[in-house]
């Protein structure tokens, strides 16, 4: 099989006060030698085996390359730069067609919550192979019962003598099944008050009495897994934040997972999949204005990223300007794969035939689209409840 090219020899060697318009280049021409044309013209019909294989290699050429972790500091093996050069990445990556990397969920969501919350040691022993692509991280949070009531978990840990026991079940955990790691948010009292119950877990994935079983999607890809926990045994060292201090953890992981690196992430996805719309499955022009539209929209994804960032320091607006993106990115990925797979040519037949079937699930996953409105109205609108 080909694979990503491998990646040129030296980093990036970018600092602070570097120019974002120059890194932008400076990362558009890099890209554009690290990106294969294999994963250009097949990505969104290769097999899942292929898929993974190439996003985890694609981490190693970031780590390489010296573009993983450009917002995360120096002292604990980022890039030092900022939420800016975040977003300017994903723009050179949208226009190379560039693949979301397998550590993803490490990245962006694992390593600033460390960094938030963690132990040093716990900094020193994470940190590094997430961004080096050497561990790849999933987040065990919903359960079959639960739905979107986070702090409704059931997942029970036990105090032993040196740590926990953990019994219970998470579903719906993304790429388990090639993952080292795990963000566990579990009950750690029973009777304690609601919230003041949980706890979070840095769970290690082949620990004994962990099982998986694979949940097949309509799309035919099987990156889900039910997973479940049968007396695993966690260590003290593992807990992040403290016990019964899960939910303000978990807050944390789901600002960045809804917020605007996340955002700048799904932007690539759009941009790649409205640059095929626009360069061939639409020339004919019998959807012109649909498609500008789309295209217009698919910009002001990247337009709102821009906007979070420049809001950075002031936390209220912060969160006001990343609250929707997650709403707007996943109804808009539904909206452009609807017609892509009403016109699409015949070369790109299977590649819309997935993205149509995947993108059903983006206004549920990484909570669901009803939940995000409620937050939106009520957090930052004002509105009753």
């Known amino acids: 099989m080909t694979t990503l090219a491998s990646a ?28 294969s044309q294999y994963w250009r013209e097949n990505r969104g019909a290769l097999s899942e085996t292929e898929e993974v294989k190439i996003r985890g290699e694609w981490d190693r050429i970031l780590y390489a390359g010296g573009y993983s972790g450009l917002s995360i500091p120096r002292e604990y093996g980022g890039q030092g730069l900022g939420l800016a050069h975040e977003v300017a990445f994903a723009s050179a990556a949208a226009r190379a067609q560039a693949p979301d990397a397998l550590g993803r969920i490490g990245r962006i969501l694992t390593a600033p919550t460390l960094i938030e919350h963690g132990t040093q040691e716990q900094k020193d022993k994470y940190l590094n192979p997430i961004l080096s692509g050497e561990h790849v991280w999933c987040q065990g ?42 963000l566990l948010l579990v009950r750690t009292d029973a009777n304690a008050p609601r919230y003041k119950n949980l706890s979070l877990f840095l769970a290690d994935m082949k620990s004994p009495g962990i099982s998986l079983s694979p949940i097949k999607q309509i799309s035919g890809s099987q990156h889900f897994s039910e997973t479940d926990f049968d007396d695993v045994f966690i260590p003290d060292s593992d807990v992040l934040g403290g016990e019964g201090n899960g939910w303000g953890v978990s807050m944390t992981i789901l600002k960045n997972e809804r917020g605007s690196v996340e955002g700048a992430v799904r932007y690539i996805e759009l941009r790649a999949d409205m640059d095929l719309l626009v360069n061939c499955c639409a020339r004919n022009g019998e959807y012109k204005e649909l498609i500008q539209s789309l295209d217009t929209r698919t910009e002001l994804v990247k337009w709102q990223v821009s906007k979070s960032v420049a809001r950075e320091d002031d936390q209220v607006k912060f969160f006001s300007a990343t609250a929707g993106l997650k709403v707007y990115w996943s109804d808009l ?31 549920i996953y990484s909570g669901t689209n009803e939940i995000q409105r409620n937050i939106v109205a009520e957090r930052v609108l004002g509105l009753p409840k």
């Open 8 to 35: 040129q020899a030296g980093t990036a060697g970018h600092d602070t006060g570097h120019d974002i318009a120059l890194f932008e280049a400076e990362a558009s021409k890099w890209l554009q030698a690290n990106v």
């Open 141 to 182: 949070f919903s359960e079959p019962a639960s739905g979107s009531d986070l702090a409704n978990v059931k997942t029970l840990a036990t105090k032993v003598d040196g740590g926990y026991t953990v019994r219970g079940r998470k579903t719906w955990t993304s790429y388990s099944a090639y993952s080292h790691r795990c």
């Open 333 to 363: 990925w539904k909206e452009i794969a609807n017609l892509g797979i009403k016109i699409s040519c015949t070369s790109h037949r299977a590649h819309w035939r997935h993205q149509y079937l995947e993108s059903r699930s983006a206004s």
